[in-house]
């Protein structure tokens, strides 16, 4: 009696020990494709925050091992490919690539291997004697004839300059679900809980915690706005290994010692920001932030510097942006107070950009695109249509918005 033949599914693997924007992906990811019909399992870092979330938004997960340095990892991750000869294989940062390869031997046809890529290698990774493990191990994956997906047409740009070809690439946009807004009374009741009053002007900043996020600018431009706004506050959402340093500089500037608060890791970013005044993005290099998405869709006005796929994707009218290469330059915390202290003074100019970057992520950053393009570049395309009719409720292009091609 013929049987059917096994069901194709996607293991995504992210082995990272930290949480970003990367690791939400993920996660919506996982759930949109399960929700698509698409089985999925997460390969992760047992007890890594990612395993945390996965397990919160109730998406099938499977820790390996408790460090990427663990040798018990490749030989967990091949027997969970084997297990799923089928299966899209998607590694969604190098170490993950490296394990794959490791683990799954040689590519064969058939055996679908991507490589999801976040960011621009060339900006975002430190080399070695003029070497970056991260890029060598990505030229394999492109020389393994490996699918590749990039968050990003910048993104696409720097594979290119690895050795893709252009249509070897799927560039596949992040999205975010549509968000619930939380009352006033939920507003003031969180802004008590990390020691900020209703009177105060609220700048937050979200990310891992090192060098590339750049949050020292952050910190200075803070403090010089404290000198013309005395009830300006920064808060400081992330952990990494930039943060005693952190929250030194900040111990260095004059001011109340609640000018700068660190609240560490915080699985409530959205209401966090729905609290907050403005979000200020003062990274050396970007992808396009999920933080930002967030932001919008919070109605929270954002000050960004102009990196990565940040001024393509929203523009100067949905998002203020500061002068390009202004983060490597001395006076760009100054640059950023000035820009901090107009919204504060002219709280409408914050209103009507928030309200046209809400625009741009509704009707093109939104989750259900995400997901058909992710099954477009996975190879199966007919489980596309499952998600026409919702699709076709966010139509359209927006002012500052170029459309994935």
């Known amino acids: ?124 990774e430190r080399r070695l004697l003029g070497v970056s493990v991260h890029e060598m191990v990505l030229r394999r994956s492109i020389r393994a004839g490996w699918g590749l997906v990039a968050v990003t047409t910048s993104v696409r740009s720097d594979l290119e300059r690895l050795g893709a070809g252009r249509s070897d690439v799927h560039v596949v946009w992040s999205g975010i679900a549509p968000r619930r807004s939380g009352s006033m009374v939920q507003r003031r009741a969180l802004r008590r809980d990390i020691g900020v009053g209703d009177g105060d002007f609220v700048v937050l900043s979200v990310g891992r915690l090192v060098t590339v996020k750049n949050v020292g600018m952050a910190v200075r431009a803070v403090a010089l706005l404290h000198e013309r706004l005395p009830r300006a506050r920064l808060v400081v959402v992330g952990d990494g290994p930039e943060r005693q340093a952190l929250e030194q500089l900040a111990r260095q500037h004059a001011g109340p010692p609640d000018l700068v608060r660190f609240l560490g890791r915080r699985d409530d970013v959205a209401e966090l920001l729905a609290s907050s005044d403005a979000l200020t993005i003062t990274s050396l290099t970007e992808g396009l932030p999920y933080v930002l998405l967030e932001a919008a869709a919070a109605g929270t006005p954002v000050v960004s510097t102009s990196v990565g796929a940040i001024p393509e994707a929203f523009g100067p009218s949905a998002a203020v942006l500061l002068p390009p290469r202004v983060e490597t330059q001395p006076d760009g915390a100054s640059i950023l107070a000035g820009e901090l202290l107009t919204l504060a003074l002219r709280p409408e100019l914050g209103q009507g950009v928030a309200a046209r970057a809400a625009a741009v992520q509704h009707r093109r950053f939104h989750v259900e695109s995400m997901i058909a393009d992710t099954i477009t570049a996975y190879g199966l395309a007919p489980l596309r249509a499952r998600l026409t009719a919702s699709e076709a409720r966010h139509e359209g292009t927006s002012e500052g918005v170029v459309s994935s091609p």
């Open 1 to 124: 009696m013929p049987t059917d033949p096994p069901r194709s599914g996607a293991l995504l693997v992210d082995l990272a020990r930290h949480s970003g924007g990367a690791e939400t992906r993920v996660v919506d990811t996982a759930r949109g494709l399960a929700q698509a019909g698409v089985p999925v399992t997460v390969v992760c870092l047992t007890g890594s925050p990612l395993a945390d979330a996965l397990a919160g938004a109730g998406v099938p997960a499977s820790g390996v091992a408790r460090s990427k340095w663990d040798p018990r990892l490749v030989p967990a991750l091949r027997k969970l490919l084997l297990s799923r000869p089928n299966w899209v294989v998607d590694a969604h940062n190098a170490q993950s690539q490296l394990a794959v390869h490791l683990a799954g031997g040689p590519h064969r046809p058939g055996k679908r291997r991507v490589a999801t890529v976040h960011s621009e290698y060339d900006l975002s």
